[in-house]
């Protein structure tokens, strides 16, 4: 991961150099210049099956965003949230970014995660086009929602086709090594449980001029995950991540329609974990996950009311490590959706889910963006 840092390093450098020239011919903002928005979303879940029916997860998503000049940006998203029974306030983020020229972003603080794209890009509750998340994509599942530490983004034309990058240092996923979760991770803690930083990125390429399709490859490695000084402070992580989005129109039913895939892996080495009576035991941590998701709307009919429906179906599994405290079987899940767009942010979701070892489920959810 050593290139991965090398090649940080080049990119910023090579930018850097090739910005002199537009910095010299652009115009200096005026002293003292801060633009401020608020914008972000508002969500509320109604849940059905053989043993509960409630409404909940009610939750409120400010995003406070800031330009100050031409070249620095900040980005905050502050969290309330019901969904664990009592109202628990929390930083999604906070995101400073500085705008070195058009192939070069800076951005230091905690950020969304650039290991995939499901939970740094579409699990929000009005890019989701279900009202739940694919299995090992939530919480429990393989990635952050969250980092905290430093970057560099950009996009470069290359003829007709794009090329996106996003490379990082971080905290990291931090070892849990308890009974019930031996072999899991801490993958948003505010601070450091070690002196190693996490080392990634992600790569996305858009083919077409008309950036239909997006494909993009993440990797993520960290060499000590374990607590400083402890004795799983070697346990080595490394983590790749393959995604998918292509979106189309289908003239003939007057429809568009969007598929999204995303394939994970993750691998822990050297790591040991001790029982009650102090021995000591192994296991091959290797989990993956997957899903793939469909969706249908006839934007394309005069009729406003019947444009604004939509239906998606989706399908996604959970490997997990058959040893681990918190895996054993394999967990398989297929959702089905009927949304109505309210507007081009406001949704209602009535999703039917379908989950391994749990009841079958329905789940309304109503998603107001502003």
């Excluded at 905690?110 to 509750?125: D, I, V």
């Excluded at 299995?135 to 983004?153: C, H, L, S, T, Y």
């Excluded at 490695?221 to 189309?248: C, E, I, W």
Aim: net charge neutral; hydrophobic share 35%; aromatic share 14%.
């Amino acid at each position: 991961m050593k290139k991965t840092l090398l090649i940080l390093v080049l990119v910023t450098i090579s930018a850097l150099l090739n910005a002199q020239d537009s910095l010299k011919t652009t115009v200096a903002p005026k002293e003292g210049r801060n633009n401020f928005v608020v914008i972000g979303n508002a969500e509320m879940k109604y849940f059905r099956d053989e043993n509960t029916n409630q409404f909940g997860d009610i939750d409120f998503k400010p995003i406070f965003l800031w330009s100050i000049g031409q070249r620095i940006f900040v980005e905050s998203e502050i969290e309330i949230e019901t969904g664990a029974g009592d109202v628990e306030v929390g930083l999604e983020y906070a995101n400073m970014v500085y705008k070195v020229n058009d192939f070069l972003k800076l951005r230091a603080g905690r950020f969304l995660p650039r290991f995939g794209a499901y939970r740094g890009c579409y699990a929000e509750g009005f890019l989701n086009h279900f009202s739940t998340d694919p299995a090992g994509f939530g919480d429990g599942g393989i990635g952050a929602m969250n980092e905290e530490g430093i970057g560099a983004q950009g996009v470069f034309e290359i003829g007709c086709s794009q090329l996106n990058y996003d490379l990082y240092l971080s905290n990291g996923p931090q070892l849990l090594t308890d009974s019930a979760n031996a072999g899991q991770f801490e993958y948003e803690a505010y601070t450091s449980n070690n002196k190693q930083f996490a080392e990634g990125g992600r790569i996305g390429f858009l083919p077409f001029s008309n950036s239909s399709l997006e494909i993009g490859y993440s990797i993520q490695y960290k060499k000590n995950t374990g607590d400083q000084g402890s004795p799983n402070r070697n346990a080595q992580l490394q983590m790749h991540a393959v995604d998918m989005n292509y979106f189309g129109h289908l003239s003939a039913i007057k429809s568009t329609f969007r598929l999204t895939a995303e394939y994970k892996y993750q691998k822990l080495d050297n790591a040991i974990y001790f029982r009650s009576d102090s021995t000591t035991y192994t296991f091959n941590d290797t989990p993956s996950a997957y899903y793939a998701a469909l969706s249908f709307r006839p934007a394309l009919l005069k009729n406003k009311f019947l444009r604004s429906f939509e239906i998606a179906c989706r399908y996604s599994k959970f490997m997990r490590p058959k040893d681990a405290p918190w895996g054993g079987s394999n967990i398989e899940q297929t959702a089905f959706s009927l949304n109505y767009w309210l507007e081009w942010n406001c949704l209602v979701k009535l999703t039917y889910q379908t989950q391994s070892a749990t009841p079958n489920a329905f789940i309304a959810q109503v998603v107001f963006g502003f």
